[in-house]
């Protein structure tokens, strides 16, 4: 399989001398074209840095990340904002719509800014949001639309572009847990159907237990990684909540 | 140590505060320049002529000066609430720290006090060469030949009430601000970030529809004016009344659908709708729509008042000469009205007697004798005195104009046709040289033209001439009387046309700046989320400036629209009465347009460009 993302030794560290944070130790991870990979790990653990870092919103302080084949940490400015915007997919906790525009309008602005050709930006918005399902509300402001409405189309804008990997930070942090299902549904279906490479930092079990992989992370280490391998949801998500429970300290109030 | 933490925060926000800045540096500039018109070049020479509009000129300025006062201080609390609105969570976090109200205002009042003073001390400097600016503009428009009136000068008297009238302003301010906090919950500055401001769906074939009935309102507006001319759509209140009502509404509804009209338009277009952020900056002034409206209503009507006051008081300037031609055709005339019992006076004899050679003081002289109308002779019962057809024409003939060739008598119905400098108040009926036998004489008009340097020859004969009111009653009126009359008016014309246009082109750019720059601290939070996206860096920039520009450029394009139709229907009026010179009044108004309010947009696109970086 080709990999899209190959992260090797990186290292974080926040702050000077005696005040030293490290909030990566050395993480190495390889994401595969088509997979659905979960990031799990207490507060502090490092999961957003690590995210910030593959997002190239962060600099790793050493290690070195490729994705689709090139080298992030030589990019500076402009190359990484044209990097960005061209081959990643990002969605967020607060899911981050523009609200003065319509769901339609912020599907299209990030064809607009990846400079898709006019004629095709209409077609190409009607059928990512055919496969979230949320055909019904592009006319709508995300004031008009729930939460999962919104998160659907936050995850639309994400992959309109066609992106090499998708980024999700904590994407169902702030549903309810119907909503939660369903965007967690639509993101299976992308990752089957559509073959989306998604890296997916989550803090509840149930979330990841969609995943096809879940890495655990504490104190800025990789401490285990499960895999699903043909077992069913329950099965995966009960594997989940031992690790976690083995974890402890705060991941246990998540439950 | 509060005052290093003033001077610091000052500093600090310069650039918050440049809007603030600017519009204070500015207020004092403009104040000044105004009140120190004392000193000034053009009134100097009225001073010294003793013209009699100096008294009035340098009084209306005094009483202007305490409206434009009035606006700036409305202004300045504005901006200065705009400012602390700003800084709520700074301000919460003062509290927060343990600092009491009292200190929080202290500190509050050092800023103040050093904004104050530093907008203050550029303010003076700038009004120092606004002032000689302002003096050579009026000297050039007068073509008054006093180069040696014109240089840099501080008059202490207008800068001491500058500080006056400023300080009693920023006091207002301190106490405001002082107000402001110890009225504030340390919860409400905290959380002093959160919006609400609701999105309500319009639906964009309604704004094509209020877009389109704004034209038409508009329309009507202008056929209104330019039908009925400038002076009878501005007098008659039945025809006023509607014209002003269908263009504010006109202007209004316009403003409202226009960013609709516009997205409808662009929607059909993709290749300009997703080109670059278009999409993005069309939807941000869309949604500013509903709270900007009105105010951008205010903003054109106000910047059309500025363009309209300043451009006309300055062509109107442009007409002097006319006008005093018409008034003074001759340098000098002298209407002895004691002559119907004292008899006529022998001029010439006169001036020689006084050691004064009117063959070498005078180029041209004719001496008319006006009658009384007897209607037994004449046969007109409306006249009050009549003149010889030769004298007429004598004067006639002096002036330039055509001699008279109709029918004798013939009764004068407009005064103007009799040329004479002054003004003569009789009615006359025109009659054949030889019935004048029959009539008695009534009043004796000598009029002359100088020979040489006219200053001097008025200089030694109008003094000789008004000594003649002892014997008999006598009026001298001279073309340089006439036409320093006109310079006095017209300069109170000009001054406070100039004064109150440019305060309202001050006010109208700084409330728009400010508004700009709340709604660009809102955007904040937009742009990052555009640059996650992934979108550069200029992108965004163009994006802010362009919102900027929408603000900024569309009430001043309409106010242009508007300026030009009024212009015209105004123009015809001036023109009615003289020769019209608008290309110079109009290139002054559009410089100074562009000096102040494209300072005010540079100042705004570069602090909301900034502020979106920041994000």
Redesign the interface.
């Known amino acids: 399989m080709e990999e899209i993302l190959t992260a090797l030794d990186l290292k974080r560290v926040y702050g000077k001398g005696a005040a030293v944070t490290r909030a990566l130790d050395g993480v190495s991870l390889t994401l595969e074209a088509g997979e659905f990979v979960g990031v799990m790990g207490p507060s502090g653990s490092g999961k957003t840095t690590l995210l910030n870092c593959v997002a190239t ?1 962060d600099k790793p302080t050493s290690g070195s990340i490729v994705i689709d084949g090139r080298e992030l940490t030589g990019l500076k ?2 190359e990484l ?2 990097f ?3 081959r ?1 997919g ?1 969605i ?1 906790q607060d899911c ?6 319509t769901a339609f ?1 912020n599907i ?7 400079k ?1 050709p ?2 095709e ?2 077609g190409r918005v009607r059928e990512t949001a055919q496969l979230l399902g949320i055909s019904d509300c592009l006319n709508k ?1 995300p ?2 639309m729930s939460g999962g409405q919104q998160q659907r189309c936050a995850a639309a ?1 994400a992959i309109v572009t066609h992106p090499a990997l998708v980024l999700a930070d904590e994407p169902t942090g702030a549903l309810d847990s119907k909503s939660a299902k369903l965007l967690l549904d639509r993101l299976g279906v992308l990752n089957r159907d559509m073959g989306a490479t998604i890296l997916m930092v989550t803090h509840d079990a149930f979330t990841a237990s969609c995943c096809r992989r879940v890495v655990f992370l504490r104190d800025g280490r990789i401490f285990l990684e499960l895999r699903r391998e043909g077992q069913d949801r329950r099965s995966f998500f009960q594997k989940i909540i031992r690790v976690v429970s083995e974890l402890g300290g705060e991941m246990a109030d998540v439950l | 140590m509060f005052s290093k933490l003033a001077v610091r925060n000052v500093r600090r926000s310069f650039r918050d505060y440049g809007v603030y800045l600017l519009t204070l540096t500015f207020g004092v500039c403009l104040f000044y320049t105004f009140n120190s018109i004392e000193g000034q070049g053009a009134m100097t020479y009225l001073a010294q002529n003793r013209n009699p509009m100096v008294e009035p000129i340098l009084m209306l300025i005094d009483i202007f000066s305490v409206f434009v006062a009035v606006v700036l201080a409305c202004l300045i609390l504005y901006a200065n609430r705009f400012l602390l609105r700003r800084r709520k969570r700074e301000l919460g976090t003062y509290l927060l720290l343990g600092l009491d109200q009292g200190q929080v205002s202290r500190l509050l009042f050092l800023e103040t006090g050093i904004v104050g003073l530093l907008s203050l001390a550029a303010g003076l400097a700038l009004g120092v060469l606004a002032s000689w600016g302002l003096s050579a503009l009026t000297l050039s428009l007068f073509s008054m030949d006093v180069s040696q009136l014109l240089g840099l000068s501080f008059s202490v008297k207008a800068a001491g009430k500058t500080v006056i009238y400023f300080g009693v302003i920023f006091l207002m301010v301190m106490a405001f601000s002082g107000l402001e906090v110890s009225r504030a919950k340390l919860i409400d500055l905290l959380q002093s970030s959160r919006r609400s401001e609701e ?1 309500k ?1 319009r639906s964009l074939t309604a704004a094509v529809v209020q877009f389109l009935l704004g034209v038409l309102c508009l329309l009507g507006a202008y056929a209104i004016l330019l039908t009925f001319g400038m002076a009878v759509a501005v007098a008659i209140l039945p025809i006023c009344v509607p014209m002003l009502a269908l263009g504010t509404a006109g202007t209004l509804l316009i403003f409202k659908s226009l960013s609709g009209f516009v997205l409808k338009f662009a929607k059909g277009h ?2 300009f ?8 900056t069309l ?2 002034w ?2 500013k729509v509903h709270t900007t409206y009105l105010s951008q209503t205010v903003i054109c009507i106000l910047l059309l008042l500025a363009i309209g006051i300043t451009a006309s008081s300055l062509g109107l300037n442009s007409t002097l000469e006319a006008m005093t031609d018409q008034q003074a055709p001759f340098d000098i005339t002298v209407q002895n009205q004691g002559a119907d019992w004292s008899g006529p006076i022998d001029f010439p004899a006169l001036l020689e007697e006084n050691r004064m050679d009117p063959d070498a003081l005078l180029e041209w002289q004719h001496d008319v004798l006006f009658y009384y109308n007897d209607p037994s002779v004449t046969g007109m019962k409306e006249a009050s005195g009549a003149i010889r057809v030769s004298d007429l024409d004598a004067l006639l003939a002096r002036a330039g104009r055509p001699a008279y060739t109709g029918t004798l008598p013939h009764l004068v119905e407009n005064m103007e046709e009799i040329p004479v400098t002054g003004n003569l108040g009789l009615t006359c009926v025109v009659i054949p040289d030889e019935m004048a036998d029959r009539l008695e004489i009534r009043r004796q008009v000598w009029s002359a033209d100088y020979a040489g340097d006219k200053e001097n020859a008025e200089n030694s004969l109008v003094p000789l001439l008004e000594s003649l009111r002892e014997k008999t009653p006598v009026r001298v009126s001279s073309r340089l009387m006439t036409y320093q009359d006109m310079v006095g008016s017209k300069l109170l014309a000009l001054f406070l046309g100039l004064y109150l246009g440019f305060t309202f082109l001050l006010a109208a750019a700084a409330v728009l700046a400010l508004q700009q720059l709340s709604q660009a601290a809102d955007n904040a939070g ?1 742009y990052a ?9 200029r ?1 965004v920039d163009r994006s802010a400036v362009h919102q900027v520009a929408l603000a900024f450029l569309l009430p001043l394009g309409l106010a242009l629209v508007h300026a030009a139709v009024g212009m015209k229907a105004a123009n015809d009026l001036i023109a009615a009465a003289g020769k019209v010179d608008s290309v110079q009044s109009s290139l002054v108004t559009a410089l100074v347009l562009t000096v102040v309010y494209g300072g005010y947009f540079l100042a705004t696109a570069l602090a909301c460009k900034r502020m979106a970086r920041s994000a």
């Open positions: 919103i400015g402009r904002a044209k960005r915007r061209e990643l990002f967020f981050n719509l523009l609200d003065t525009l309008e299209a602005l990030a064809l607009s800014i990846v898709a006019a004629g930006i209409e402001y004031y008009q804008r | 999105l769906e993709p290749g709708y997703y080109r670059d952020l278009n999409l993005f939807r941000q869309i949604s937009r989320i555009l640059r996650r996206l992934g979108a550069e860096e992108q």
